[in-house]
């Protein structure tokens, strides 16, 4: 059974930066696409970052530059570190999996069908 929990959620006033952490469990982690979402209030969730299992990244035009995704086979664990934020990076972030996801599908919400129950961070202007 596919488990995945995010940590690292937080408030911090604009120009900060946060690390957000998706530890993942009951599958194979190396092979298997990873991929972070964000949803505010009254928006739809939208993709954010993704890494495949040849350790290639998306990243949306939004956080390109600012948001950095990696991660840690060893221990199962997914990274989303996050600079220069601004009050419009606030959401509820969702860290999710796949085995294998289209490169064109990688910052959709369909691509994947295993997601935690998200992190929530607020950025204060």
């Known amino acids: 059974q596919v488990q995945l929990v995010e940590s690292g959620g937080g408030s911090v006033q604009a120009g900060g930066s946060l690390r957000l952490s998706c530890a993942g469990s009951?599958?194979?982690?190396?092979?298997?696409?990873m991929g972070w979402f964000r949803q505010a209030p009254g928006k739809e969730r939208e993709g954010v970052a993704s890494i495949d299992t040849d350790g290639s990244t998306t990243y949306a035009n939004s956080v390109k530059g600012r948001f950095t995704i990696s991660q840690d086979s060893a221990k199962n664990t997914l990274y989303l570190q996050m600079n220069s934020l601004k009050p419009e990076d606030t959401a509820v972030y969702y860290c999710a999996a796949n085995p294998r996801v289209s490169w064109w599908a990688r910052l959709l919400r369909g691509g994947y069908n295993y997601w935690g129950k998200g992190t929530l961070v607020t950025i204060s202007s």
């Open positions: 009951g599958y194979t982690y190396s092979t298997y696409c």
